[in-house]
């Protein structure tokens, strides 16, 4: 039981993790330096000291050398190896993923171009170990094919890893092989099999108690008896799982899979809100290994769940939110700064996507803990600041944006047809863009909407993949002011809007500029908008 709001950087140069030579080979560079040194003239002066720095220099690439093709030296080291051999397809790009702050987003090691029976080696370095990682071939089956994503986690330790892949059935146990000795991911897949055959029979008994219609029955008394008993036994064995398995990564897993205790007799609604309170009980907050792993992203995405089920009206949203971020946040808060950082880290980003301004206010105390290790406080400052300047009956900030004739765009002096205008800061690329731009665009074209305001419409695309995306989308987009910010979130107007993602919307008085209101979603625009020309 535990992707909040639907599911969040080291470059390495490729030379720096990828080694293609055969193991145990010494590089040709450094035969070559040791082979041609009598050749070197050093000055007769310094012969003691030239002598020196030649066996400095000589060992040094030795030794780099046999760091990259050794194994054994590079476990020494701290570094890791996964050793991929490709079957199966005609050739495959392979890259390596780590999980770090909120997802998956620290590409570790790619190459390109590995032909079926042919052997690579992928370098981790060691600031990423230990921790849970995405494997990810996009392999061609054959020469003419488009190539075709296949993916799996791994967990790296301190042991490398040798892989005999063929990756159109890499989740098969049949498909893909470890070397004899790997332990993370051995015990994990035994750890999983076993741990399912136990929850089965739990979860049945969870079934049972829930749906049964006589709660007063001593039928009911005994499976209550018989849940609680079999749930102390399964939270006793991952105890000893994990006290066995300690030496292993994965043994801080384990405690994701906790269940905590119940009361069957409660009414729904209270045996509701006693999970939420013990939704966390099983967690170490201090153990900071747990943020290396996709389980915590799940485990809260549960927990927002459980808190998403008391939403029945969309103005219940923002309160809803925020008690579930205040309740996660203080517990976090009596564990590891870095989770606790991380925590703050994860409702700022839900928050700031759904923009619930309630919820940014509530982490501002957060932020002001010393012992909160946060990535994201400047970003909750910033919002802060804006959710204080930037409200109704205050003045817009006014800007320029050249158009797409190349004219200047004044919004303050801007005077469309319509009493007021809607500045929209969106992105052509944003899901929840679309949402929004999609149901305004059909309620401005219905009746006399177009009467009632005019549409600015401020693009943050910014890159290679977003702008021809912009272009396109605002060509279906008739009778709206199309303009797009140079420099996207980064740019002066964005800062000066306080916007840090998208969509967000200003409604403005045309005459005065004044800010009317700044609608969070679209039935949010549609009230306001029936409110002042009712």
Known sequence: MRNFFYNVIMIFNKEDFVSTEPRYSLSTNVKHFYLNA???????????????????????????????????????????????????????????TSFTGLKAINKV?????????????????????????????????????????????????????????????INKTDSIKFNTDEKENTVYSLFMKENNEKRTQLDLLRQLLIGYDSPKSKFYDQGMKEYENRRKEYNTWLLKEAETHKKLYISHLFQFHYIPALDWKLDEKKRMNQVTQLFFEGIDFNDTLIIRTK???????????????????????????????RVACEKASKGHPKLYGWMVDYFYSGFETYQINQGMQMLQTHINNPNCLTNKKLQILKRLKGIEKLKPETVSPDFIIKDSEGKDFEFHTYQGKAPNKLL?????????????????????????????????????????????????AKQTLNNWKHLRAEGGVNSTVANDYFILSTPVMFIVETKNNTILNMPETFEQFKESMIKQFK
């Open 295 to 325: 389980e915590i992203n799940k485990m809260m995405g549960d927990f927002m769940g459980i808190y998403g089920l008391q939403i029945t009206k969309e103005y219940m949203k923002d309160s809803v939110f925020t008690e579930a971020g």
């Open 38 to 96: 009598k050749t070197i003239k050093f000055p007769k002066t310094s012969i003691f000291f030239s002598r020196i720095v030649f066996y400095v220099i000589f060992i040094i690439c030795t030794l780099s050398q046999l760091l990259i093709s050794n194994p054994t030296l590079s476990q020494e080291t701290g570094n890791r190896m996964v050793i991929v051999h490709l079957r199966g397809v005609f050739d495959a790009g392979i890259s390596l």
């Open 109 to 169: 090691a790619e190459i390109s171009g590995i032909k079926n029976g042919e052997t690579t080696t992928l370098n981790i370095p060691s600031q990423y170990l230990p921790g849970e990682f995405v494997l990810r071939i996009d392999y061609r089956g054959k020469e003419a094919d488009s190539p075709y994503p296949s993916e799996r986690t791994l967990f790296i330790n301190n042991q490398n890893i040798e892989l005999y892949v063929n990756p159109p059935f």
């Open 424 to 472: 929209l800061f969106w992105s052509a690329d944003c899901a929840h863009c679309k949402h929004i731009v999609d149901s305004l665009y059909q309620w401005f074209n219905t009746g006399d909407n177009k009467t009632k305001i005019d549409v600015i419409a401020v693009s943050l695309d910014n890159t290679e993949t977003e702008i021809p995306k912009w272009e396109q």
